[in-house]
């Protein structure tokens, strides 16, 4: 699995931004059940930001809730995430995550990562 995303750029605070993911799979039988979203910035651990599952039940990390709306096309595999309201803290590198586990919620994990995109709120 392969995963492409894309979207990332510089934006003053309170802009808004649209991330795209899209995976490219090999493996005829492979069936992605998850996407989801993480971001690290400088000095910091990675932290997850929001997932979706095929069924379209989605998670959220506390600190976008009520910014940011993940969407995902399952005809597509691919997933978007919609930014409002960026402020300087959501800074970082984002990365695109894929599994073919869809658990939903807190448990949820990822086993193929992008290489990810760049996300600058200026202040």
């Known amino acids: 699995v392969q995963l492409q995303a894309s979207g990332g750029g510089l934006v003053q605070a309170g802009g808004s931004l649209r991330l795209s993911c899209s995976a490219s799979?090999?493996?005829?039988?492979?069936?992605?059940?998850?996407m989801g979203w993480y971001r690290q910035a400088p000095g910091k651990q990675r932290e997850m930001v929001a997932h979706?599952?095929?069924?379209?039940?989605?998670y959220y990390a506390d600190f976008v809730k009520g910014r940011f709306t993940i969407s995902r096309d399952n005809a597509k595999n691919s997933a978007y995430l919609q930014m409002n309201s960026l402020n300087p803290e959501d800074s970082g590198v984002y990365y695109c995550?894929?599994?073919?586990w869809g658990v939903g919620g807190s448990l949820q994990r990822f086993n193929y990562w992008g290489q990810g995109t760049q996300v600058t709120v200026s202040s």
């Open positions: 799979i090999s493996a005829d039988n492979l069936k992605i059940n998850a």
């Open positions: 995550a894929a599994s073919p």
């Open positions: 979706v599952v095929t069924g379209g039940h989605t």
